[in-house]
């Protein structure tokens, strides 16, 4: 099975995006000895640090775990400058690995797959680009991403406006002058909290448009340490597995061992104070049962409200900002630099569309119920159709001609977020039903791509056609992944997690909460056993 270049049009995997899931399946199935070929959207490799070059945009994972950890020279070999990348370095690593294993050539830039249909009699997919060229695979591996498909919310008027408009999920690659503008940015999810106050820094007059507030932890970036380097580079292999096995985030945090309730209130506020400021989603791990227990939920969330009220000197801007009608943690913390004290400055306003809704976007501005705000520039910071939007945008035809889209019109159905049952040899990496977006997303990457490569060369060894999933262990694990997440307070919030975020989505919570170091067992356990649960043709 050796690769022939461009001219191929069958391969005997087709990879459908080139960000770090991409990029790392192409390296481990050309070592197969597999043939290959990615298509990727983009202009370039780098998927969500490709897209997202927003100001301000930058990593949530600590630098020194969030990279690959395959490669022992790689991993020594490149050196962060921050302890939470930049986006500019986050691309630029990317760009190392795939000029380091020479990834590229098996990438086709600036194109899209439209769809893929199951050709059982082959039995093979047969895709289809935005160029009308079709591509042929034994297998097909969707990494989209969980977080690619950017949304614009439908707002009346939108089309209408007369100045600039940028997204965050979509920025120029040219730079972006706000310097005296009157700005608009609507939404204030984590991309918004990171770009609002570079934003601030230079644009004439800010406004935020708000509707649910998030809550958010100082990132306290600073310059790495070479100190700080060499503790994680003398011992990466021994980090990298505890990170892999042991922990529910495949971040190496620390870690509480006790209940908020066994602490006293003065000893909580001086753990909670200790964390917030050391920086960080750290804060979140203060207590064992921050996640599950209400109360105790609270008095985390009541120490961010307390916090965000020391730093916004207006006390109605500070209520506004102040999340009170779902748990902390239930929607992914943000990590900020200055996000709630940007408030304070005369050229930032906070606008709740709440109270006060958007009617209409207009030629010179946004309307709303109250008033009219005069805009040269308006930013979307609207998120994401999280975890099924980029694969439900592709029209994927499995066993039957039946179409994914309809499977999942009630919430999607896979097992181990790994397959769906009637789409054979269709892999997802991260996809709905594994701990993707709860995790520190590379580590999840890594198991993935290892599980679906692993898997199709055992296949070749055992001269198997075909796999899917069993009807049955795919509703055993859609239900379990359902439990596991009702056991916890995170179905409490409106979240993207849940779908919440698009309108007409099914409510379904849909990563698994029961952490990498768990899910790794169960999927090494069910490989173990013969790839339990799959069925082989
Ligand atoms: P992506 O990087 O999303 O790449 C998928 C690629 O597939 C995209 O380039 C897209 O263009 C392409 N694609 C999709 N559909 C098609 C199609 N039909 N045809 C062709 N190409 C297609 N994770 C963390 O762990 N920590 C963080 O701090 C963190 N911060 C983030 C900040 C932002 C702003 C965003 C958006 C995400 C963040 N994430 C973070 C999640 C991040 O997406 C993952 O960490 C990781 O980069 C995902 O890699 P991926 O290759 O799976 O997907």
């Known amino acids: 099975m050796k690769d022939s270049g461009k001219a191929r049009r069958n391969f005997d995997v087709a990879i459908v995006g080139a960000g770090f899931s991409g990029l790392y399946l192409i390296y481990r199935l050309r070592r197969l000895g597999f043939t290959v070929r990615a298509f990727e959207t983009a202009s370039d490799i780098g998927g969500t640090w490709y897209w997202n070059r927003y100001p301000g945009a930058r990593c949530d994972v600590e630098s020194m775990q969030y990279s690959y950890s395959f490669d022992e020279d790689l991993q020594q070999e490149w050196n962060w400058s921050e302890r939470f990348a930049t986006q500019p370095e986050i691309l630029s690593y990317a760009q ?3 000029q380091r294993f020479d990834l590229k050539r098996d990438v086709e830039l600036d194109t899209t797959i439209e769809s893929a249909v199951y050709d059982e009699a082959a039995p093979s997919w047969t895709l289809t680009t935005d160029k009308g060229e079709a591509v042929s695979a034994r297998f097909c591996v969707m990494a989209t991403g969980c977080l690619s498909a950017a949304r614009d919310p439908e707002i009346k008027g939108a089309e209408t406006f007369g100045g600039e408009v940028y997204r965050t999920g979509n920025w120029p690659h040219r730079p972006v002058d706000l310097a005296g503008k009157r700005v608009g940015v609507i939404g204030t999810g984590s991309s918004a909290i990171q770009a609002i106050p570079e934003i601030a820094k230079t644009a004439g007059h800010l406004l935020v448009f708000q509707r ?11 310059a790495l340490s070479p100190d700080y380097v060499a503790s994680w580079k003398d011992d990466y292999p021994a980090l990298r597995k505890r990170a892999r096995e042991e922990t529910r985030s495949g971040t190496i945090y620390e870690f509480a061992t006790k209940s908020a309730h066994a602490a006293t209130e003065e000893e909580r506020e001086a753990e909670y104070q200790r964390r917030w400021d050391k920086g960080g989603a750290n804060f979140m791990h203060a207590y064992n049962d921050l996640v599950v227990d209400e109360a105790a939920n609270r008095t ?7 916090k965000i009220r020391e730093i916004v000197k207006d006390a109605r801007t500070a209520d506004l900002l102040s999340p009170k009608d779902y748990p902390i943690f239930t ?21 709740d569309i709440r109270t006060d809704p958007i009617d209409a976007i207009t030629p010179g501005g946004i309307r709303t119920a109250g008033g009219h705000y005069d805009l040269d520039v308006l930013i979307y910071a609207t998120g994401f159709d999280a975890m099924t939007g ?7 035809r499995g066993r039957g001609g039946r179409d994914l889209r309809s499977k999942w019109a009630h919430g999607p159905r896979a097992y181990l977020g790994l397959m769906s049952a009637g789409f054979p040899n269709l892999f997802m990496v991260t996809g709905p039903g594994s701990p993707s977006v709860l995790s520190n997303v590379i580590t999840s990457i890594e198991q993935h791509v290892e599980f679906i490569t692993d898997c199709i060369a055992h296949m070749r060894e055992q001269a198997r056609a075909e796999i899917e999933p069993d009807a049955a262990a795919e509703d055993a694990w859609v ?24 309108p ?3 409510r379904v919570f849909m990563p698994y909460v029961g952490g990498v170091d768990r899910y790794r067992r169960t999927c090494n356990e069910i490989v173990a056993k013969g790839y339990e649960g799959f069925v082989f043709a």
């Not at 649910?212 to 970036?221: D, G, I, L, M, Q």
């Not at 985390?300 to 307390?306: I, L, T």
């Open 96 to 98: 190392h690995v795939a």
């Open 212 to 222: 649910t507030p998030n809550f958010s932890v100082p990132a306290k970036n600073a």
């Open 300 to 306: 985390a969330a009541e120490f961010v409200h307390r």
């Open 331 to 351: 929607k992914r913390i943000c990590v900020d630099t200055d996000y709630y004290a940007t408030f304070n400055r005369p050229n930032v306003t906070l606008v």
């Open 390 to 396: 980029a694969l439900n945008r592709i029209d994927i």
């Open 479 to 502: 239900a379990h992944v359902g439990e596991v997440a009702a056991g916890t307070l995170l179905t409490k919030a409106a979240s993207w997690y849940m779908g919440a975020n698009i």
């Open 504 to 506: 007409g989505k099914p």
